[in-house]
């Protein structure tokens, strides 16, 4: 069995949750499994490399410095306690050193310019992965392992310039990723691979996005057509809701890539939205596991989904921090292209609109954004739209988006009003609907204040704190 890890910034804590990430891949490396492990960021380091570049910008020097320091503190201090071969120690603190004196010219260029361009930070934030890589692999060694670490674009994950949320060329990925990594695993050796960092074909360095890790597993396990993709988390799977949220949330045992596409767009946190592309085709399956408890429930997202005849809902998501705008005015009816204009501007613009409904009438359009977007959407759409067949435009804050997923609803009559009489009983107003096509989710909106009660009220009415984990696939 040939299988991609990916440990994120969670396992990798400080030192003891390096050592930890060792002991979970003997387990399975004694079993004779091949694995190829995928390493994110230390816990918090990819904010704070965000923040300093901000910093930077300001010139702040002594910002700089300061930062310098702790990160190789940090650093420092997890190699210390991984490894205790004095040759490996050695050549681990000679690689951090060498980074984190590299990241601080960088970032003093960056303050001396006041500027840092979307080329430039993408490479200042792959520092992040290429200190813990280079710890996590000395770890390995440590134990005696055969283990290389390379940077995704060394490791041949190729991609477009998009700067900051890059596409993988995946036809000649696979071919490099082929010829470099695959040698290794044949020869039962560790390939230890950034996670989050690729390279474009003129060998410039790109980021996959925020979470990117995840997408990096993906690639490499499609590119090398493995058996799986295990996601070590804090969590035990993908669960009906999250459980700060409503305590009695579950793990659900199997889900498909089309549902868990749905929650990863919906907010659900625990896997990037991106992360199923690479392997949908070919039907490779992704397991999310828990790295504090590596015998406790999971989750298996593959292209089968499973059904419960009691179970049709499987997750209740939701998303914060969104704003609803709605454009209004009666000589939008009947009024033809309205809505591609409405939506053109917007994309002219680069927003990302989250969820988008109509009224029959025509007579006004609603779309959700970002809120941190808000106040630039509103001037942007009042300067090209007001006085025009455009009278009106809303703006609302103080709201969230919830969503309820399973491909159990699919051509189950019912499930609307069901929803939304659990929601009706708690006094609770919904402001704006949406359903697919595909009748995977229903979405909708209600204020703020009213989320938690949202969440918890369906999470009772269809009756998710418990699955029954005898499964059946369609």
Avoid at 105 to 123: G, H, K, N, Q
Avoid at 139 to 168: S, V
Wanted: charge should be negative; proline fraction near 3%; glycine fraction near 6%.
């Amino acid at each position: 069995m040939k299988i991609v890890m990916k440990f994120g910034g969670t396992s990798l804590t400080d030192g003891e949750g390096i050592k930890r990430v060792v002991e979970i891949t003997k387990t399975s490396l004694l079993k004779e499994i091949k694995i190829v492990i995928i390493v994110s960021a230390m816990a918090s380091i990819t904010d704070s490399l965000f923040e300093v570049i901000s910093r930077a910008e300001l010139g702040d020097l002594e910002y700089i410095k300061d930062f310098i320091g702790k990160l190789a503190t940090i650093h420092h201090n997890a190699v210390k306690v991984t490894v205790n071969d004095k040759e490996i120690l050695e050549k681990a603190m000679s690689e951090i050193n060498a980074l984190v004196k590299e990241l601080e010219r960088i970032l003093f260029s960056v303050s001396y310019l006041r500027e840092a361009t979307p080329r430039s930070r993408d490479y200042i934030l792959s520092f992040g992965e290429k200190l813990s890589t280079a710890i996590v692999c000395a770890a390995f060694q440590n134990q005696k392992f055969e283990a290389y670490w390379f940077t995704g674009g060394e490791a041949g994950i190729i991609t477009d310039d998009n700067f900051g949320d890059a596409k993988p060329l995946m036809n000649i990925t696979t071919q490099q990723v082929k010829e470099k990594i695959n040698p290794l695993v044949e020869e039962a050796q560790i390939p230890i691979i950034t996670g989050y960092i690729a390279r474009t074909q003129d060998n410039v360095t790109t980021t996959l996005g925020r979470g990117g890790s995840d997408y990096s597993a993906t690639i490499i396990a499609r590119a090398l057509d493995f058996d799986e993709v295990w996601l070590w988390k804090d969590t035990d799977g993908i669960m009906t809701a999250d459980p700060k949220i409503e305590p009695m949330a579950t793990t659900i045992p199997i889900i498909s890539y089309s549902e868990a596409i749905e929650m990863a767009y919906f907010g659900a946190k625990v896997i990037h939205p991106k992360a199923l592309e690479p392997v949908f085709e070919q039907q490779i399956k992704v397991r999310i596991k828990n790295i504090f408890n590596p015998n406790g429930l999971d989750t298996i997202i593959e292209k089968h989904p499973w059904t419960n005849t009691d179970k049709i809902v499987k997750s209740i998501v939701m998303i914060r921090d969104v704003a609803m705008v709605t454009v209004s005015g009666t000589e939008m009816i009947g009024m033809p292209g309205i809505a591609a204009k409405v939506f053109g501007i917007l994309g002219d613009n680069k927003i990302n609109i989250l969820m988008i409904s109509q009224s029959s009438s025509e007579a006004n359009i609603s779309f959700i954004v970002p809120r941190g977007d808000l106040n630039n959407i509103v001037n942007v759409v009042e300067s090209a739209l007001l006085g025009s067949v455009v009278k009106n435009i809303y703006s609302e804050s103080d709201i969230c988006v919830v969503a309820v997923v399973g491909v159990g609803m699919k051509g189950i009559p019912g499930v609307a009003a069901k929803v939304f009489k659990a929601v009706a009983d708690e006094g609770i107003n919904v402001r704006m609907i949406a359903q697919g096509s595909s009748e995977l989710n229903i979405s909708f909106v209600v204020g703020e204040e009213n989320d938690v009660r949202t969440v918890r009220a369906l999470h009772k009415e269809f009756q998710m704190d418990k699955f029954n984990r005898s499964v059946s696939l369609i």
